[in-house]
């Protein structure tokens, strides 16, 4: 099946900085969405991008569809505590309930 | 604006129990419905999907099953848990317009 490589793993950095996690495949998709996962609870979905090259913000985040349709990057700046979690970025490659493709997270870890 | 509610949030099972976790969405009609576990905090595996009433679509063969008896109501279940089974259990929906996943609280699962 499809696969996503998604880095980086894991992200340990300093209140104030800004982040960048990216999402990559050998397939095409038609949309990449973005999550992040709180410890304990679902997923909930920040960002969502259905066409090449867009490009969407929700606040201090914004991320990228790949002109390619193979990436996705989701940048965060003047990163702040309630950012911590897991991010994850999924592909759908459409044609069924079952395409969506998930990366396995990057963990962001924020240091006072 | 359409919900997503699973429940029991926590569970403790013995091995060899059944299992039972629901899930129900609101303001939503003939949504997709998924189940998805996740073992360590990362990695959403797909379990189950339906796309309609009695429609499901088994991705892992396993122990468990899934039911839709209603449009909106999506049941996980087992006959006897393995200590295996344990996990953090996701519902979610999607709409087949866009196919944008949302998801549920998530249940835990524990096996004892």
């Known amino acids: 099946g499809q696969q996503l490589n998604q880095s980086p793993q894991s992200m340990f950095i300093q209140e104030g900085e800004d982040v960048s996690m990216n999402c990559t495949s050998s397939?095409?998709?038609?949309?990449w969405l973005w999550y992040k996962q709180d410890p304990g609870e679902g997923p909930v979905l920040l960002i969502a991008l259905y066409k090449a090259g867009e490009l969407t913000s929700n606040g201090r985040l914004t991320a990228q569809f790949g002109i390619t349709r193979k990436d996705s990057f989701l940048n965060i700046s003047a990163s702040i505590p309630s950012d911590v979690g897991i991010y994850f970025c999924?592909?759908?490659?459409?044609?069924?309930?079952?395409?969506?493709?998930f990366g396995k997270g990057t963990h962001l870890i924020i240091q006072p | 604006s359409q919900t997503i509610h699973q429940w029991p949030a926590t569970l403790v099972q013995p091995v060899g129990s059944p299992l039972s976790l629901e899930c129900t969405v609101e303001?939503?009609?003939?949504?997709?419905l998924y189940w998805y576990r996740q073992a360590a905090g990362r990695g959403l595996q797909l379990l189950f999907y339906s796309v309609g009433i009695g429609q499901i679509s088994s991705e892992v063969p396993q122990n468990l099953s899934a039911s839709r008896p209603q449009d909106r109501q999506f049941i996980l279940s087992s006959k006897k848990l393995l200590l295996s089974d344990s996990g953090f259990y996701l519902c979610?929906?999607?709409?087949?317009?866009?196919?944008?996943?949302?998801f549920g609280e998530g249940s835990w699962l524990t096996v004892v």
């Open positions: 999924a592909g759908l490659s459409g044609g069924g309930a079952d395409g969506l493709t």
């Open positions: 979610a929906w999607s709409t087949g317009e866009r196919d944008t996943i949302y």
């Open positions: 303001g939503t009609s003939n949504p997709n």
């Open positions: 397939s095409i998709f038609n949309t």
